[in-house]
């Protein structure tokens, strides 16, 4: 039986692997976010303790969205989807993504060309693992949702990387 620590690694190989075709020659990395669209948005913050978290959310979800965990590529629920509707953050409801956004980046997770709406996410500098990247958070409970890079599709060039157990999806 594998330890965590071996699961991890793995993990974090898999990782390495899936973004191998990003840009390392920049020892930072910014990403600029283009104005979207406007919608209604909930701007009511969440907050609760750990504990809290940790009673709502599945095991999964709670390492995700709590402690920054990722999930192994090509096993979350919508990395293969093609379903049209609205993607939710799995904590709070926050309207995150939109199925017309969604396109396959062969990465292994759920990838979105844009967000629903730039007040919706936060995104800030993540230097863990050795790497520059840019996190994406969801701005209504601080959950982790994943990474945005700069090689996705035109006009934007963005590719929201999106765990999907920090997502909860509206058939539309």
């Not at 969205?65 to 093609?82: A, D, I």
């Amino acid at each position: 039986m594998k330890t965590k620590q071996q699961i991890f690694l793995g993990v974090l190989l898999l990782f390495f692997v899936a973004c191998a075709g990003q840009k390392s020659d920049k020892s930072t990395q910014t990403i600029t976010i283009k104005k979207q669209k406007s919608i209604m948005i909930d701007t009511n913050k969440v907050t609760k303790t750990e504990d809290e978290w940790q009673k709502q959310l599945t095991p999964d979800q709670f390492y995700v969205l709590r402690q920054k965990g990722t999930e192994r590529p090509f096993t979350g629920k919508f990395w293969n989807s093609n379903e049209k509707g609205e993607y939710h953050c799995a904590a709070c409801g926050n309207y995150l993504f939109s199925s017309q956004t969604k396109f396959d980046a062969g990465c292994g997770w759920p990838s979105f060309s844009e967000a629903a709406a730039e007040k919706n996410i936060i995104s800030k500098a993540d230097s863990s693992h050795g790497m520059m990247r840019t996190e994406v958070m969801c701005a209504k409970c601080g959950g982790h949702l994943g990474h945005v890079f700069d090689d996705g599709p035109k006009p934007a060039g963005l590719r929201y990387c999106i765990n999907s157990e920090s997502l909860t999806f509206e058939k539309k």
